[in-house]
């Protein structure tokens, strides 16, 4: 079985066609960035809709393939953007009804989950899922992915963006925070764990006050991610503890700082626990996941899929993750 998966929730608009061995036979995608200003939720959609014939080209290229050999298609359904979900929904409604395939929405969360254990081959982890909009604990327990703490403000990966447009280091500002934190210092900032769950934007708002102050960005990113990657390992060992389970996964768009990477693996080693990160490539937005999700969903659940009226089929810009069920595990 051969799934073509479509991924627009956010920045990226991307396409990619994965078999049911979970072979990943392309990979294409384009990227909305920009050096003032964050993502405007309409340009990105533009964009979206001047790329989104293209990146899908390039993909079938890629793989040697044509909509003949495509056996299904799946798109992120949620959460996202709206506006730039719109554009992954209509193009995918569209192909589906164009070429007679069965459409499955996908959750684009769990999309991040599924497509760390193919990669790393972790059987039952500790999610700790680090993307722009979302930051949350997850491990599977009967029948769902379900929440063990998340953030109550804003996503790490956000607030990281929102500190580096106030200090102008354009969008995205990850990386660039990365590397003049390996040349920063210790300034105290707000330590914002409740139970299980974080806050992240007082932290912002705190080095956003010191900058105006004239602290040295240095300081300013380095401290800001010392802070916030300790909750994350703080929240992520409390739920090792909880559910017993040995292994911790690495997810999502953030899962690229080597910081963060090394700050759980030393946590991990110290709970003899096993570490695992979502390969680079694979740790933002793209639509392998997407594409592979799809397949586990189609093969759990293929006569509903094979029914699912196309036209009834809308975006859901909150999806939660927990409120999907996990029919394949």
Not at 22 to 33: A, C, P, V
Request: aromatic content about 8%; some cysteine.
């Amino acid at each position: 079985m051969i799934c073509l998966g479509l991924e627009s929730t956010a920045h990226t608009f991307g396409c990619s066609i994965v078999n049911d061995k979970g072979k990943i036979l392309s990979d294409s995608r384009s990227m909305f960035t920009s050096e003032e200003g964050g993502m405007i939720p309409n340009k990105v959609a533009e964009f979206h809709k001047a790329n989104k014939e293209a990146v899908v080209q390039q993909a079938l290229d890629e793989a040697n393939l044509d909509f003949n050999n495509i056996d299904i298609i799946a798109f992120s359904q949620g959460p996202g953007m709206p506006l730039s979900l719109a554009v992954g929904k209509d193009y995918a409604k569209e192909l589906a009804g164009k070429y007679s395939k069965p459409l499955i929405p996908v959750n684009h969360l769990i999309g991040h989950l599924e497509i760390g254990k193919l990669l790393t081959k972790a059987k039952d982890p500790v999610f700790i899922l680090a993307t722009g909009a979302n930051t949350q604990i997850i491990a599977y327990e009967s029948g769902k992915y379900r929440l063990f703490g998340e953030t109550l403000d804003i996503g790490i990966g956000n607030a990281l963006d929102k500190f580096g447009r106030a200090v102008n280091l354009g969008f995205p500002a990850g990386p660039k925070i990365e590397q003049l934190a390996k040349k920063g210092n210790y300034i105290e900032l707000p330590y914002t764990v409740k139970g299980m769950d974080l806050a992240f934007s007082g932290i912002v708002t705190e080095c956003i006050n010191k900058f105006k102050k004239n602290a040295k960005k240095e300081d300013l990113c380095f401290s800001l991610q010392e802070t916030a990657f300790a909750m994350l390992t703080e929240v992520t060992e409390r739920a090792l503890a909880h559910t017993n389970k040995r292994e911790a996964l690495l997810i999502g768009g953030v899962a690229a700082n080597q910081r963060l990477s090394e700050m759980l693996s030393i946590m991990c080693r110290e709970r003899k626990a096993k570490f695992f990160a979502v390969p680079l490539k694979y740790s933002g937005d793209q639509a392998a996941m997407i594409a592979w999700t799809g397949i586990l969903q189609y093969e759990s659940e293929r006569e509903h899929y094979d029914k699912l009226d196309i036209s009834k089929i809308d975006i859901k810009p909150n999806w939660r993750s927990d409120e999907v069920e996990v029919t394949w595990i």
